[in-house]
């Protein structure tokens, strides 16, 4: 990442053992990674880095909220991130991040940039079909809502498949 990024993390001066490190992400931070599904964004992400004598342990804790529109009706909602995830970084040749729990640094290396990690990791951490509270348990009053319920096939319709009456006895 950018050599001016503040979501950095220099390990070389660090003694072996525990240590904490705090940083938030906020719309500004998600416009940097031209990503724009969301409205709004204020998470807080704790790091662990357990430093080791020939590698590095990060426990990532992400809380916080994210506003974002549903994709059922387009409404706006705040959806509370909660997610945790670990990453090894081990030290050799060359640069590899082909894994996603391991991270590979080339020796002599004595800061980390977490800013992709975090990017990743939040978005992540949000489920793959955002459905606003309300459509789930019926208060929200949408236009599209109602245009959806209108648009939906009735249970005793024409176009019903007797098959499917014959098995539904077999339910009850």
Not at 84 to 90: G, P, T, W
């Amino acid at each position: 990442m950018k050599s001016d990024s503040k979501y950095k993390i220099e390990f070389a001066g660090l003694k072996i053992g525990s240590h904490q490190f705090n940083f938030n992400a906020d719309k500004k931070f998600f416009d940097r990674f031209n990503f724009s599904d969301f409205n709004d964004v204020a998470v807080n992400i704790d790091i662990e880095l357990t430093k080791k004598s020939t590698l590095l342990e990060l426990d990532f804790v992400i809380t916080g909220g994210v506003n974002l529109n549903c994709d059922l009706t387009n409404e706006p909602f705040d959806y509370q991130v909660k997610y945790k995830a670990s990453l090894v970084v081990k030290f050799g040749q060359d640069y590899n991040d082909e894994d996603d729990e391991i991270l590979v640094l080339p020796h002599g290396e004595h800061k980390l940039y977490v800013d992709q990690y975090i990017f990743e990791l939040i978005v992540l951490s949000l489920p793959p079909k955002r459905i606003h509270p309300g459509v789930e348990d019926g208060t929200l009053k949408s236009e599209i809502l109602d245009i959806l319920e209108d648009l939906k096939p009735k249970e005793n319709s024409n176009f019903a498949d007797p098959r499917w009456e014959q098995l539904k006895s077999l339910k009850k």
